[in-house]
């Protein structure tokens, strides 16, 4: 009956439409950039540590590309270069066989504590809480904060507060 038939969820995006669900924000993200990366708020909330609802997709490319017109809920940032791989990890988007960049949790908490101006002290806290309660390692977290800039004393602070 759809047979040939498709839907447009962006700018020269298409999906069959018949196609399974599918977060689209994110399927367009990793069709406009491939190093595309699921971070902050976004990545808290796919490992199920916040009970924040992200009002829109928070993605990470280096710093220094360009950031891609989108018709999606998505939110660009721009982290170093250097350090722009570190803790980086891909999954499947759901519904699809299209991957994704994702920050590993302890990246993601690190990030979190960096850019804590813009995301708020208590959600890096909080997610640090519950991922220690799930059996997260502190000196996972310090290893990662020790590679990322203006990280270090910002997680040791807040582990120390937390034991």
Request: charged fraction near 25%; hydrophobic fraction near 35%.
């Amino acid at each position: 009956m759809n047979e040939g038939r498709w839907e447009r969820i962006a700018r020269g995006i298409y999906l069959p439409s018949d196609a399974p669900p599918m977060d689209w924000d994110q399927l367009e993200a990793s069709t406009r950039r491939p190093d595309a990366t699921i971070c902050l708020i976004s990545a808290l909330a796919h490992y199920d540590l916040t009970d924040e609802v992200p009002d829109a997709l928070d993605v990470a490319i280096p710093r220094g590309a360009r950031t891609p017109q989108t018709q999606g809920a998505i939110r660009w940032h721009h982290f170093d270069k250097e350090t722009f791989d570190l803790g980086r990890e891909e999954i499947t988007i759901p519904g699809s066989s299209q991957p994704i960049g994702i920050y590993s949790p302890e990246r993601t908490i690190v990030d979190c504590f960096r850019l804590r101006s813009s995301i708020g002290y208590e959600i890096a806290r909080d997610a640090t809480k519950e991922w220690m309660r799930r059996g997260g390692k502190p000196a996972q977290l310090m290893q990662l904060a020790t590679q990322l800039p203006r990280a270090k004393s910002l997680v040791l602070n807040a582990l120390e507060l937390l034991s």
